[in-house]
Nanobody, 122 residues
């Protein structure tokens, strides 16, 4: 069992930056590969990017060059640094753990955080 807690969401103007955090806790093992997803109003939850246990990351095209995923394994925390934010980035952002990471993408695991709202105003 892995528990995930996100933080760092908020309201920001277009062009601004935010950094989200996701801290994992588990009694038995680390969270392994992790992913960030987002769900905009009226849309399905969609992958934003992911990171493997060694720090290799990949991203969907919509956020490449603007978002960066990193992790601090000592703190069991994964970060999503978002820059040059756009109104279309507005969504609830979720982290996911224990998925399968490849250089081409990420297959979600069974553990989800509660989500954190990011709102980008124009």
């Amino acid at each position: 069992q892995v528990q995930l807690v996100e933080s760092g969401g908020g309201l920001v103007q277009a062009g601004g930056s935010l950094t989200l955090s996701c801290t994992a806790s588990s009694r038995t093992h680390g969270p392994g590969a992790m992913g960030w997803y987002r769900q905009a109003p009226g849309k399905s939850r969609a992958l934003v990017g992911s990171i493997n246990s060694r720090g290799g990351a990949n991203y969907v095209d919509a956020v490449k060059g603007r978002f960066t995923i990193s992790r601090d394994n000592a703190k069991s925390t994964v970060y999503l640094q978002m820059t040059r934010l756009k109104p279309e980035d507005t969504a609830v952002y979720y982290c996911n753990a224990a998925g399968t990471w490849t250089s081409d993408g990420y297959s979600q695991g069974v553990f989800w955080g509660q989500g954190t709202q990011v709102t980008v105003s124009s």
